[in-house]
């Protein structure tokens, strides 16, 4: 079709408007909001997982990331990676202690310092970071000064009242979302995300320009399940429990090659245990004598002896249950209510029951057809098919000659091979010993 110049240059005009205005309104598309939800006990899964989250949000183009923070706390090293993410990021974050109920204890209340504005909903409460070991004791007065020292500084940096923050390191301070906002720990309350972005709405972000989220759309990120399953293997003291059944069910393998069974569910146990100890700070020192408790167990089922072995494997497995995660900074340990019954029990047991089965393979069987070869019988007559019968300890048995030689009723020979399907034997004559009279 042919246009007139005109009516080309009116074409070329209208397209011209189209780009424009739907660049227009690309432009003023606000930025999405991420909403990133930290619930549980933070652990390394959990700050692993965060950081990739923060990282997608910046990807995605957004200003805002907003923490809905419920936790009871975690690992120190977790937290201080979340908190380096935090710091690191050029988007604006603001923790959100919510729903009602939440709180933001220990670890939280690091996160809330780290963050650019901190809101809470109507019922929570934030503070209670005073470090403790993982069975509950407060930890040295030197951790717990660095502690409050850092806590501190990133309330300080933040605008927020640093003495307050202190308090919740060195006195467990907790307060109530009110008390927060009186005593500078929040910015406000707010109970929901909606109220959130309203309340965030005009604020300096922090490039320094006025944040417009109130219209933005969200993107919520939770745990995914199956990281969730992987903070449960976290757990010292089930990671340890993982590491004893692997090693009874490797121990049961070795000595009766051929089980399938114990041997795949130790293996499934080691797999579990390694997905749990990667993500632990650990000691060397006790994965190292865990392995010389398999080796003394091994050991033990392939030298005679009473037990000396199987009782230094246990040993070694308690020892290497105690030092598994000791000397952590993040104090998290294995109870000993777990270490040692479980080492005895299931050591003891293992290293026990792996023995008799050694044994029993090593021992010459004492029953069966094969035990006949070698032993005297003397021909008692004939068949009525014609076939000679020896008695054999006191049982008639079928007989042929190994060498053709006549088979007369008292002589007295030797079984030299056995047909246990036709119950016949072939037997020798025993030159050495008389016939019968």
Same mark, same amino acid.
């Given at each position: ?136 004791? &407060?930890?040295?007065?030197? +951790?717990?000064? %660095?502690?409050? /020292?850092?806590? *501190? $500084? #990133?309330?300080?940096?933040?605008? =927020? !009242? ?21 005593? &500078?720990?929040?910015?406000? +309350?707010?109970? %929901?995300?909606? /109220?959130?972005? *309203? $309340? #965030?709405?005009?604020?300096?972000? =922090? !490039? ?230």
């Amino acid at each position: 079709m042919h246009l007139s110049p005109p009516l080309r240059l009116l074409l070329a005009l209208l397209v011209l408007l189209g780009v424009v205005a739907g660049a227009g309104a690309q432009a003023e598309r606000p930025a999405p909001v991420h909403v990133i939800e930290v619930e549980g006990t933070i652990d390394t899964v959990l700050a692993d997982w965060f950081d990739g989250r923060v990282g997608s949000a910046e990807s995605a183009g957004a200003r805002l990331v907003i923490l809905r923070v419920d936790t009871p706390g975690g690992l120190v090293s977790a937290l201080e990676d979340m908190v380096a993410t935090i710091r690191g990021t050029d988007l604006t974050v603001v923790t959100w202690v919510g729903p009602s109920g939440a709180r933001a204890a220990s670890a939280g209340a690091f996160l809330a310092a780290a963050s650019d504005r901190v809101l809470m909903a109507p019922g929570t409460n934030i503070g209670s970071a005073t470090p403790v070991s993982g069975t509950g004791e &407060d930890l040295a007065a030197k +951790i717990t000064n %660095d502690a409050a /020292a850092g806590i *501190a $500084a #990133l309330a300080e940096e933040n605008g =927020r !009242d640093a003495d307050a923050y202190r308090a919740m390191v060195t006195d467990a301070l907790n307060l109530t979302a009110t008390e927060a906002v009186e005593r &500078d720990v929040s910015e406000g +309350i707010a109970a %929901d995300v909606p /109220a959130v972005m *309203a $309340a #965030l709405e005009g604020t300096m972000a =922090r !490039d320094g320009t006025p944040l417009a989220v109130a219209d933005a759309p969200v993107r919520t990120d939770s745990l995914p399940w199956y990281l969730r399953v992987l903070q449960v293997l976290t757990d010292p003291n089930l990671v340890y429990l993982l590491l004893i059944v692997a090693i009874a069910g490797i121990t049961a393998e070795i000595s009766s090659p051929g089980s399938i069974i114990p041997g795949a569910g130790g293996l499934i146990a080691l797999l579990l245990a390694i997905a749990g100890i990667s993500n632990l700070p650990f000691n060397w020192i006790g994965l190292a004598l865990l392995a010389v408790a398999v080796g003394l167990m091994v050991a033990e089922t392939q030298v005679p002896g009473f037990g000396a072995l199987a009782g230094l494997g246990v040993v070694s497995m308690a020892l290497g249950g105690a030092f598994l995660f000791g000397g952590s900074e993040d104090g998290i340990s294995t109870s000993l209510w777990v270490v040692i019954p479980t080492a005895v029990v299931i050591g003891g047991g293992g290293a026990l029951a792996a023995r008799r089965v050694a044994m029993a393979h090593r021992n010459v069987p004492i029953t069966g057809s094969d035990t006949l070869v070698g032993e005297p019988a003397t021909v008692r007559g004939t068949t009525p098919d014609g076939h000679s019968q020896v008695m054999l300890n006191g049982e008639l048995w079928t007989a042929t000659s190994a060498d053709d030689t006549p088979l007369t009723p008292g002589t007295r020979t030797r079984v030299v091979r056995v047909d246990p399907e036709s119950l016949a034997v072939t037997v020798q004559v025993d030159p050495e010993q008389p016939e019968e009279g």
